[in-house]
Antibody
Framework: EVQLVESGGGLVQPGRSLRLSCAAS????????MHWVRQAPGKGLEWVSG????????GYAASVKGRFTISRDNAKNSLYLQMNSLRGEDMAVYYC?????????????????WGTGTTVTVSS | SYVLTQPPSVSVAPGQTARISCGGTNIAIKTVHWYQKRPGQAPVVVVH???DRPSGIPERFSGSKSGNTATLTISRVEDGDEADYYC?????????FGEGTELTVL
């Protein structure tokens, strides 16, 4: 079964850091681009960041560029999101999602598998 | 930055047809995907590449595009279709989601 499981969410003070992880199983992880997508309370889906299968290309939403860093460890079948200088507006459920088609650019294909999300709360 | 415009809400009676629009500049040349999002659940792709339907998604779900508007059509709407629906494209090496449409089944 193809599965994505996020972890690392929690309560963090504004200005602090947090690292999210996404454990992948059931597919050949190192062949697929991956994404982080978030949903703030009462808001819509917002793409946060994406990364190619080989980490050659990454992208960020303007709202997080310079503060968040996406990375992956294909040997560990894992995706990460390092979040620094957290703000109240970063509070959301963060989803890890898999690009539908192997190889290629992460941004080009739809997302066919999603995790159940991990909640990040930013509050003092 | 690129913006996708969706109606905030659409209401339809069971058995009727719901149409959810998604507008954007030059969307005619873009590949559009649609996701269903229920509260507390992960998003699910219901239509990808404008009009392709993943396995397991009922034939009642279909997608189309005309001019600068893409449309998700849900035929013979059921109570279980009540959810938020988002269109999505890529632009400038990033992913863009529409604002989302809340589908209410009356």
């Amino acid at each position: 079964e193809v599965q994505l499981v996020e972890s690392g969410g929690g309560l963090v003070q504004p200005g602090r850091s947090l690292r999210l992880s996404c454990a992948a199983s059931g597919f050949t992880f190192d062949e697929y681009g991956m994404h982080w997508v978030r949903q703030a309370p009462g808001k819509g889906l917002e793409w946060v960041s994406g990364i190619d299968w080989n980490s050659a290309s990454v992208g960020y939403a303007a709202s997080v560029k310079g503060r968040f860093t996406i990375s992956r460890d294909n040997a560990k079948n894992s995706l990460y999101l390092q979040m620094n200088s957290l703000r109240g507006e970063d509070m959301a459920v963060y989803y890890c999602a898999k690009s539908a088609t192997p190889w290629g650019n992460y941004y080009y294909y739809h997302m066919d598998v999603w995790g159940t999300g991990t909640t990040v709360t930013v509050s003092s | 930055s690129y913006v996708l415009t969706q109606p905030p809400s659409v209401s339809v009676a069971p058995g009727q047809t719901a149409r959810i629009s998604c507008g954007g500049t030059n969307i005619a040349i873009k590949t559009v995907h649609w996701y269903q999002k229920r509260p507390g659940q992960a998003p699910v792709v219901v239509v990808h590449d404008v009009s392709d339907r993943p396995s397991g998604i009922p034939e009642r779900f279909s997608g189309s595009k005309s001019g600068n508007t893409a449309t998700l059509t849900i035929s013979r709407v059921e109570d279980g279709d009540e959810a938020d629906y988002y269109c999505q494209v890529w632009d400038n090496r990033g992913v863009i989601f529409g604002e989302g449409t809340e589908l209410t089944v009356l």
